[in-house]
Nanobody, 122 residues
Framework: QVQLVESGGGLVQSGGSLRLSCAAS????????TGWYRQYPGGERELFAT???????NYADDVKGRFAISRDNAKNKVYLQMNTLKPEDTAVYYC????????????????WGQGTQVTVSS
């Protein structure tokens, strides 16, 4: 069983920073790509940042230059550093990660974390 747990959300003033973490636990062979999503009230989850197992990153235009995704494969963690936060960044933030479960069959698993609330006050 693979579990993903986000942490680091909270309340911050406009212009402030937060660092989110996504930790994978359980038994698996290796982590693969991870993405950060956010969901506004009444909306769907939107992908805005991704990182491959090798560290290549990609961002949506509205967070490019403000957010940075990184990973520590030794700790099975992916981070999201969010700077210059704006009230419109207020949302529930989720990580979605893929792992390879075993080295022989190379079966893959995709899972979601439980989400963490980020609120940016004006």
């Amino acid at each position: 069983q693979v579990q993903l747990v986000e942490s680091g959300g909270g309340l911050v003033q406009s212009g402030g920073s937060l660092r989110l973490s996504c930790a994978a636990s359980g038994t698996f062979f290796r982590p693969n790509a991870t993405g950060w999503y956010r969901q506004y009230p009444g909306g769907e989850r939107e992908l805005f940042a991704t990182i491959t197992s090798g560290g290549s990153t990609n961002y949506a235009d509205d967070v490019k230059g403000r957010f940075a995704i990184s990973r520590d494969n030794a700790k099975n963690k992916v981070y999201l550093q969010m700077n210059t936060l704006k009230p419109e960044d207020t949302a529930v933030y989720y990580c979605k990660a893929e792992v390879t479960l075993d080295s022989i069959w190379r079966k893959r698993y995709n899972g979601w974390g439980q989400g963490t609330q980020v609120t940016v006050s004006s």
